[in-house]
């Protein structure tokens, strides 16, 4: 279930309701009586209690006093961690609808709340067989804020949602969300906006000569998939297009080289990628942004089966370089550096691909941002980096230089696939350049992909990280 956003004027006195005001000082028409207001004063001024709800059976009253901090994106995202908090409490009385009344609050920052309440109300119940134990009882969030446009509520209904499928694609184990699964999910969201996705079939993958992706997938008995889910309006801006990359591994044991203990544990999760950059396109078409983009999706398992590759192997990849394999764990830059290089074909204006790459990153920066690197693209790094501010899926950019690509030279092949032990989030990045022509950002989201415990808005399990990132980013393309 999605959460949906509406605006609407506070008129419903039944209905749950949350006023959320700047400062510690109570102004303007509120709902509660003279003692509640003394209560409130007297709690602000003893112990700066910023925090209040008054429960009415029927419905509850919720006093929120906001003091934003002095960067206007950290006041952002202060808000969406308020929601998350209010969410739990509505959550905790069942309500249905809540108004949100916030006419002291700028346009971003009211849309910013919602959003995190939105983003904080999702649960993934598809295999729970007592859903009554599992309902989400907030249905509908209310805006009563004069200058919120329309246009701005359908748009943040349309990333959210996209947001949320893809947390649930990523949240889907492996024997129900196979690499063919996945791509007819892809399939379906390009069909949800009126857009026809290509996929292909193993077949087509190996008169492509895709040997990365087809060397990954020798050791599964599910065949890969390649899906390309390309939107182009009429009135695009952009005479080349903007390509998005996702990683597709739909579970990796490691192969040959397996995961040693509990490594396995989240592995359904090495598709987020291709989850987000699939669900940003399915957001931008549905929002019609007059951008033409395309989203590609190699996928499969990484397993140990049938005649896996190995280390020591040489593979020809799709554009003929060759590639010494040094550890079979090291699987998903195998099937980027394809689809990177397929994207050649379509002389783009940009690529970005994302992929939970390596525990380098996440090692590096923990959970909390994406790993970027770039290459002659420096401004649409920046750019990129001041949507990351903005949503709050921030980009904290790694070097680049040429030296590290050293560490990648082979007595046998082209290259190998892995440098050393040091830098191993920027190795990787120097490895997929190797299939680039064009400008190209690289962004590692080992870290904040998926989480075992509660994060914030951002939830348990997949948190669909990079769509919002995505969207925002062609927003601001479009506008130029």
């Known amino acids: 279930m999605f959460t949906l956003i509406n605006k609407q004027s506070f008129t419903k006195q039944s ?27 007297g709690r602000i001024q003893a112990d700066e209690q910023m925090s209040f709800v008054f429960n009415r059976l029927s419905h509850q009253v919720f006093l929120e006093f906001f003091e934003p901090k002095s960067n206007p994106n950290h006041a952002l995202e202060q808000l969406r961690i308020m929601a998350d908090r209010l969410t739990q409490a509505i959550q905790e009385f069942k309500s249905p609808e809540v108004f949100v009344v916030a006419p002291e609050l700028s346009t971003q920052q009211v849309l910013a709340f919602a959003e995190g309440m939105a983003l904080s109300n999702y649960s993934f119940t598809a295999y729970k067989t007592d859903k009554s134990k599992n309902i989400r009882y907030l249905e509908v969030i209310q805006l009563d804020h004069a200058a919120v446009s329309d246009d701005e509520i359908e748009k943040l209904n349309i990333v959210l949602e996209a947001t949320l499928t893809a947390r649930s694609l990523v949240n889907m184990p492996v024997n129900y969300l196979n690499a063919e699964a996945l791509a007819h999910e892809i399939k379906q969201m390009a069909e949800d906006v009126g857009i026809k996705a290509e996929i292909l079939n193993k077949n087509k993958i190996e008169a492509l000569k895709m040997g990365g992706l087809l060397a990954v997938n020798q050791g599964s008995i599910d065949p890969p998939t390649f899906t390309i889910f390309e939107y182009k309006p009429d009135d695009a801006i952009n005479t080349q297009p903007v390509i998005f990359v996702g990683k597709g591994v739909v579970y990796d044991t490691g192969g040959l080289n397996l995961k040693p203990g509990d490594f396995m544990n989240t592995m359904k999760c090495d598709m987020s990628g291709a989850a987000a950059v699939s669900a940003a ?37 799709f554009d003929g370089q060759t590639v010494e394999i040094e550890n079979t764990d090291a699987e998903g830059r195998m099937i980027l550096a394809d689809a990177l290089a397929y994207a050649k074909k379509y ?134």
């Open 281 to 317: 396109v399915f957001a931008i078409a549905k929002a019609q942004l007059p951008l033409h983009v395309i989203a590609l999706a190699p996928a499969t398992d990484n397993r140990p089966g049938e005649n896996a590759f190995a280390s020591g192997d040489v593979i020809t990849m």
């Open 347 to 480: 002389d783009p204006m940009l690529v970005i691909d994302m992929a939970t790459l390596t525990g380098a990153a996440a090692r590096a920066i923990g959970n909390l941002g994406l790993v970027g690197m770039s290459s002659k693209a420096d401004e649409f790094m920046s750019q990129l980096k001041a949507c990351g501010e903005k949503t709050s899926e921030r980009v904290v950019e790694f070097p680049f230089w040429d030296e590290y690509a050293e560490q990648l030279k082979s007595d046998i092949a082209d290259m190998v696939h892995l440098g050393g032990v040091e830098g191993g989030a920027i190795t990787a990045g120097k490895f997929l350049e190797k299939f680039t022509n064009y400008p190209y950002i690289h962004l590692d989201i080992a870290g904040p992909a998926f989480t075992t415990k509660k994060l914030n808005y951002r939830g348990t399990g997949g948190t669909g990280v990079g769509v919002r990132l995505l969207f925002e980013f062609a927003q601001v393309l479009a506008r130029k």
């Open 15 to 41: 209905a749950s309701v949350i006023y959320i005001i700047p400062g510690k000082e109570l102004r303007g028409a509120l709902p509660i009586s003279e003692e509640e207001m003394a209560y409130v004063v």
